[in-house]
């Protein structure tokens, strides 16, 4: 009787401790992010080979990828045309990445500036509205100044999107109501 | 001799043999509700975190939208962990003296990764997609919740299968417009049902049957 009664006991056990069996759930393979035990940096991640270029990565685009012109310098030309999709894209990017430091007018007086990083000098200066849009690409790619690079962070298209809201930034703060359709006039009734 | 068993005894076998029932029935409700309990799904539980992360302050206090560090949810199946670089951005001249962000610069000088403790952890056998979902108008906080209220970050929802399936049943009891997929405390103009059979329609989500199909998720 006795004996049974363990016996049972134990199936039982057995059967309810079977669910708790996680192989399923954490698979010995690699999703992204997944340490690993094998590479020496602990990463599953492994970097490209240097000299590997994916297929459809070549980018000898240069002005896209560089926003430089054949001479070497900034180009004032867009890789594409500047529609009013890239400007909203461009507005949309710009509010994520850009905002935190440079507002969301461009005048350099963002969130984190105010808790005390090095203040962005605004858009809405003569030296900064002359720049050619090359430039602007340029600095997002590279970095400038305090401002860290942010090529990882933003694709080149939307790097090029920003600079397009850029520009619209800048022409707003020198707009007069002359340059707003008559139709589209009534808009601007909130706005004291 | 006496009797072994007393009379009484009768009636208390009786209410052992009736009672074993609602014992079972009780076990069964118990495992269930176990199951599901936050203790085993560890819903609401803050991770243990080599730096104490708050979304809360960078979120809900700077603003800070959730794409400037989870770069990829657009465009990839997995929202990704920003690299230190991302921290440093900011850090490398805001706290920049702070013992808390020791592990963060040691990272950055080093090249060697944090070791973020993952917080909504899905089985490997599901096959979950950021891009897919963001795209079709499901908001982050759908299924995270309010991060901007995060000291530290913890699981919302329970991530069973019977929860992912409210949504892949009904999503128009939960999808948004594109435009506030990252907004935290979103409120639909109006009724949600409706905006959301809209937005079912103008996104092209498939239907139920489609969305609740095993290879769905699971391949």
Same mark, same amino acid.
């Given at each position: ?61 240069? $002005? ?22 890239? $400007? ?39 030296? $900064? ?6 430039? $602007? ?5 590279? &970095?400038? &100044? ?47 | ?29 118990? *495992? !269930?509700?176990?199951?599901?309990? !936050?203790?085993?799904?560890?819903? /609401?539980?803050?991770? #243990? ?14 603003? +800070? ?8 949810? #657009? *465009? ?8 230190? %670089? ?32 993952? +917080? @909504? !952890?899905?089985? !490997?056998?599901?096959?979950? @997609?950021?891009? *897919?979902?963001?795209?079709?108008? +499901?908001?982050? #906080?759908?299924?995270?919740?309010? +991060? ?23 999503? #128009? ?8 997929? /990252? ?20 996104? %092209? ?8 199909? =095993?290879?769905? =998720?699971?391949?």
């Amino acid at each position: 009787m006795r004996t049974k009664l363990t016996l049972g006991g134990l199936a039982l056990s057995l059967a309810v401790l079977s669910a708790c069996r996680q192989d399923m759930h954490d698979q010995p393979k690699y999703v992204p992010l997944r340490p690993s035990d094998f590479f020496a940096d602990g990463r599953s991640a492994r970097p490209i080979a240097e000299g590997t270029v994916a297929r459809g990565h070549l980018n000898d685009d240069k $002005l896209f990828y560089t926003g430089k012109g054949a001479d070497g310098r900034p180009s004032q030309e867009f890789p594409m045309p500047v529609t009013k999709a890239l $400007l909203l894209r461009g507005e949309q990017r710009y509010n994520i990445y850009c905002t935190p430091c440079h507002d969301r007018t461009g005048n350099g007086n963002g969130m984190i500036v105010r808790r005390g990083y090095r203040r962005p000098p605004t858009y809405h200066s003569d030296r $900064l509205r002359q720049q050619p849009n090359g430039y $602007l690409y340029d600095v997002i790619t590279n &970095g400038f &100044g305090a401002m860290p690079d942010y090529a990882a962070q933003v694709q080149p298209a939307d790097r090029w999107a920003i600079v397009a809201y850029i520009r619209a930034l800048q022409l707003s703060q020198q707009a007069s109501i002359n340059d707003v359709p008559p139709e589209a006039r009534n808009q601007l009734g909130g706005a004291k | 001799m006496s009797q072994i068993f007393r009379r009484s005894t009768n009636t208390f076998t009786r209410a052992t043999i009736f009672g074993a029932v609602f014992m079972l029935g009780l076990t069964v409700w118990a *495992i !269930d509700r176990l199951s599901r309990s !936050d203790y085993v799904t560890r819903a /609401t539980q803050a991770r #243990e975190q080599p730096v104490p992360f708050s979304h809360a302050h960078h979120v809900g206090g700077l603003g +800070v939208d959730c794409q400037y560090c989870h770069t990829s949810v #657009e *465009i990839s199946s997995y929202a990704n962990i920003p690299p230190t %670089k991302t921290c440093m951005n900011c850090h490398s001249q805001i706290w920049s003296t702070s013992p808390t962000l020791e592990p963060v610069r040691a990272s950055y000088r080093t090249n060697q990764s944090i070791r973020w403790t993952k +917080v @909504n !952890d899905l089985p !490997d056998f599901v096959y979950f @997609n950021h891009s *897919i979902h963001v795209n079709k108008g +499901v908001g982050c #906080e759908s299924c995270h919740g309010r +991060v901007d209220r995060m000291p530290l970050t913890y699981q919302v929802n329970s991530l069973q299968m019977e929860w992912c399936l409210n949504c892949h049943r009904n999503p #128009e009891k939960y999808v948004r417009p594109r435009e506030f997929i /990252t907004t935290m405390g979103y409120q639909p103009a109006g009724d949600q049902e409706e905006i959301g059979r809209k937005l079912v329609a103008e996104y %092209k989500i498939q239907n139920a049957r489609a969305l609740t199909s =095993c290879s769905t =998720c699971h391949r």
